[in-house]
């Protein structure tokens, strides 16, 4: 799905991109020890019908499993959002019965069923609203929980979440630009990239997804080969950094900071670590639009060269 129109849905709530297995057996891979023996949470709507409830109760022994607890809006409301008065339910699975409880409220990951849901779990998966990562990732930030979560990645870079990715406690693992999602029944926007699952239901491939974790993770990582070259590393105007238009641009050689576009969260350079954003936002970590010899350009990562807990496994 192009950049476009994945904006366009966001912008009239349209977060209906559902997780198929594949996608998620492939990024649970490198966390299974840390899965054995703890207890679930599923607090994106998933119900008994996502992919995440049915791989982790279709697989439970097999994972060592402790509990799976799966987060339902009023059952009568299918989709990703609460409406007011809405009454949610608690899905369970111990590996030897399932039960649901209702909530008394609308079940949403920030209703008060969601955050004492959240106080007495191990660990969080899903499939977040992306519209709603700038409230739902600082929630788990919150939470002495781990997490692993489908996202649009360039929502580190948000200012309430981009001092937790500076610090390592937010990591990116993507690597291939995207990530295949389906699509709810009667809804086919255009993509750029289409196909069908076994069921004959479409999906499409959402760019600049991947998955966010709090925990160890070894991301795709690139070691940046270009020297420093005053032409295609000019100096900023009002910053005293260099340009990379592009990461194969990243000077190898400049020992100062270097503003780097932010594709560079599907490949991150090795031996760099992030200190901040060049746009025109207003967040802490923001140093101003970047801007060379009077030129405005699109927003930067500004990264110089050092250990980064957010790349190097603990």
């Given at each position: ?65 402790r509990e799976v607890v799966s987060m ?243």
């Amino acid at each position: 799905m192009t950049n476009s129109s994945l904006l366009a849905a966001q912008a009239n709530a349209d977060d209906e991109f559902y997780t198929p297995l594949f996608e998620i057996e492939h990024g649970l891979a490198p966390y299974l020890d840390r899965l054995r023996g703890a207890r679930i949470l599923l607090n994106t709507n998933d119900g008994q019908w996502s992919m995440f409830w049915q791989y982790l109760t279709g697989r439970f022994h097999e994972l060592g499993l402790r509990e799976v607890v799966s987060m339902e809006y009023n059952p009568d409301h299918g989709t990703l959002f609460a409406q007011p008065g809405d009454t949610g339910r608690l899905h369970h699975y111990d590996g030897q019965r399932m039960w649901v409880e209702d909530t008394h409220d609308s079940g949403g990951f920030d209703a008060p069923s969601g955050l004492d849901a959240l106080r007495h779990t191990d660990v969080v998966l899903g499939n977040p609203p992306f519209t709603r990562l700038h409230d739902y990732v600082p929630l788990l930030l919150a939470a002495p929980v781990d997490w692993l979560i489908v996202a649009n990645i360039h929502c580190v870079l948000y200012s309430r979440i981009l001092p937790a990715f500076i610090q390592g406690q937010v990591r990116v693992r993507a690597g291939n630009g995207g990530m295949w999602f389906r699509l709810p029944e009667g809804h086919t926007p255009h993509a750029r990239m289409r196909r069908v699952d076994t069921d004959g239901r479409p999906m499409v491939r959402v760019t600049n997804t991947g998955w966010l974790t709090n925990m160890p993770t070894e991301p795709a990582v690139f070691t940046p080969t270009h020297r420093y070259d005053p032409h295609t590393n000019p100096l900023y105007d009002t910053i005293d950094a260099v340009d990379a238009a592009s990461r194969n641009l990243i000077p190898c050689d400049w020992a100062g900071r270097v503003g780097a576009p932010v594709s560079i969260l599907n490949r991150w350079p090795a031996g760099y670590r992030p200190v901040g954003m060049l746009s025109t936002g207003h967040g802490p970590l923001d140093h101003g639009a970047p801007t060379v010899q009077g030129r405005a350009l699109y927003k930067r990562i500004l990264i110089e060269p050092g250990p980064w807990a957010g790349v190097l496994e603990q």
